[in-house]
């Protein structure tokens, strides 16, 4: 399959897979894709479920490895091991599903993993938590927003 999608000015694509595979097993998920996406484009995956749409975006994010074939990002060979790789390098991946730990508090999904960072004799404030919280509510204008609620008690796109 080839799939190329560009604009006249611009010649080398920003992303590009070559011949990528990728078998889950006996499953071919990915069958020697050749994608080109060009810079400044917004392009989609259009397919039956199943198709290969989030396994080739997976692999591009560095959340799988592919099985053979090669990327190239802006013209240099892209072989991510890692999101954060890929994150270094500016690719990321955001997805519809949940991202959330639900029954907790908003400010501890937002520390979740780093709550070391407000240990204070033994015990995690929680008030410091939720302040440094409440202040990256603020900055992306969520500032109305409770940080010590409940996360399930947040409305759906305000939780996204
Ligand atoms: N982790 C996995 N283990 C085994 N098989 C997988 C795995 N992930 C995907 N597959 C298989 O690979 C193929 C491609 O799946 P993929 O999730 O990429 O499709 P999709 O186009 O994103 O589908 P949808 O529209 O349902 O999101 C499917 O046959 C799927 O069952
Ligand atoms: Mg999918």
Redesign the pocket.
């Known amino acids: 399959m080839s799939i190329d999608v560009r604009t006249e000015k611009e010649n080398q694509p920003m992303i590009e897979t070559l011949a990528l595979s990728k078998r889950f097993g006996p499953t071919v998920a990915l069958h020697e894709v050749d994608l080109k996406v060009y810079g400044g484009q917004i392009i989609g995956l259009i397919g039956e ?1 199943g198709s290969g ?3 080739i ?1 997976s692999i591009i994010a560095g959340m799988l490895p592919a099985t053979s074939g090669s990327m190239r990002y802006k013209g240099e060979p892209h072989a991510p091991r890692t999101m954060i790789e890929a994150g270094d390098v500016g690719i990321g991946m955001i997805v519809q599903e949940q991202g959330y730990v639900a029954g907790i508090s908003i400010a501890r999904n937002i520390f979740l993993g780093v709550e070391k960072k407000f240990r204070k004799v033994g015990f995690i404030s929680r008030k410091a938590m939720n302040r440094e919280a409440g202040g990256i509510l603020q900055s992306i204008g969520l500032g109305e927003i409770d940080p010590g609620m409940l996360i399930d008690d947040l409305n759906i796109q305000d939780r996204c």
């Open positions: 479920n749409k989030s396994t975006s």
